[in-house]
């Protein structure tokens, strides 16, 4: 099993910046890939940055590519997504996920994709 555990969310205005982080413990040995998505009210959840193990593929949503970035900390079991630029549309629920996978080039871009999921963070971004 793995728990994984966000932080980072909060209130910004429209322009500003937030890192999200997302710890993973428990059985972290195993090669993951990992994902963020966010749930905005009324709406169903959506992909927004993967990046594979080795963090050499990255994937991003077109409503988010060239304002955030996701990148990872093996060593510390983490993975990150650096907001800038962040607009009221942004304003959702964040969730981190991780899949076992056999491959460490390997992104996953849907969500049934992933096996393991935190319990989110939430991101307001006023106008």
């Known amino acids: 099993q793995v728990q994984l555990v966000e932080s980072g969310g909060g209130l910004v205005q429209a322009g500003g910046s937030l890192r999200l982080s997302c710890a993973a413990s428990?059985?972290?040995?195993?090669?993951?890939?990992r994902g963020w998505f966010r749930q905005a009210p009324g709406k169903e959840r959506e992909f927004v940055a993967g990046?594979?193990?080795?963090?050499?593929?990255?994937s991003y949503a077109d409503s988010v590519r060239g304002r955030f970035t996701i990148s990872r900390d093996n060593g510390k079991n983490t993975v990150y997504l650096q907001m800038n630029s962040l607009k009221p549309e942004d304003t959702a629920v964040y969730y981190c996920?991780?899949?076992?996978?056999?491959?460490?080039?390997?992104?996953?871009?849907?969500?049934?994709?992933?096996?393991?999921w935190g319990q989110g963070t939430q991101v307001t971004v006023s106008s």
């Open positions: 428990g059985r972290t040995a195993s090669i993951y890939a």
């Open positions: 996920a991780a899949d076992r996978t056999v491959s460490a080039s390997l992104i996953r871009l849907k969500e049934e994709e992933y096996d393991y």
């Open positions: 990046i594979s193990w080795n963090g050499k593929s990255t």
